[in-house]
């Protein structure tokens, strides 16, 4: 596709559901970056993915947030018994190749624990 | 303290004016530098991006990175209603795989 995709754009989930996040990059991207925006905050870090090797997860905030990339190109993030400051947007970015490349962004999911 | 400090505003000024946005940080190591807007409710989209030290113009948007003092601005000529957005700043040290964030400045465009 034309950019980076990823769904759903709006996820109502109640406290302690599992949650799935999808996202889709630029075609040929090699890297893969998941971030979570706070509301009036900047993007922060989740984890990192060049093809199915997922190289960072230091940001992912605790042991019920998982990320995978079986095939090199659509990731998942996955939440496990979802928190209410599990809610944010999840902001999934695509580049060439490595850091030194520029990332683009999809237009996120945003994601309320009730 | 955060990696990247930014002023969150807001920044309110009328059409036509020249706004600068500024970002500080304190990681020496950070060599690619840059600037996105995000409108309300849709993902970062990437302005402006420099490597190192120096000046970048594309348009009405100007980047300047200055590597000494950890400092770094956007400046936007001739502001529009349409450039009312958040402005996010953002850094990376390359050989690491994380790009950091400052928080954002709001900006408003006033007709």
């Known amino acids: 596709g034309a950019g980076v995709s990823q769904s759903p754009r709006y996820k109502v989930a109640k406290r302690g559901q599992d949650v799935a996040l999808r996202c889709d990059p630029i075609s040929g991207h090699v890297s893969l970056f998941w971030y979570q925006q706070a509301l009036g905050q900047g993007p922060e870090f989740l984890t990192y993915?060049?093809?199915?090797?997922?190289?960072?997860k230091s940001g992912l905030p605790s042991d019920r947030f998982f990320a995978e990339r079986p095939e090199g190109s659509v990731s998942t993030l996955k939440i496990q018994r979802t928190q209410q400051e599990d809610s944010a947007v999840y902001l999934c970015?695509?580049?060439?190749?490595?850091?030194?490349?520029?990332?683009?962004f999809g237009e996120g999911s945003w994601l309320t624990v009730v | 303290q955060k990696e990247v400090e930014q002023d969150p505003g807001p920044l309110s000024v009328p059409e036509g004016a020249i706004v600068s946005l500024n970002c500080t940080y304190s990681n020496s190591a950070f060599q690619y530098f840059m600037w996105y807007r995000q409108y309300s409710r849709k993902g970062p989209e990437l302005l402006m991006y420099?490597?190192?030290?120096g000046n970048k113009e594309d348009g009405r948007f100007t980047a300047q990175v200055d590597k000494s003092s950890k400092y770094i601005s956007l400046f936007i000529r001739d502001s529009q209603p349409s450039d009312s957005a958040t402005y996010l700043c953002a850094m990376s040290a390359g050989s690491g795989n994380q790009f950091y964030f400052g928080t954002g400045t709001s900006l408003t465009v006033i007709p």
């Open positions: 993915f060049q093809n199915e090797a997922q190289l960072d």
């Open positions: 970015a695509s580049s060439l190749a490595g850091p030194e490349n520029t990332i683009y």
């Open positions: 420099t490597y190192s030290s």
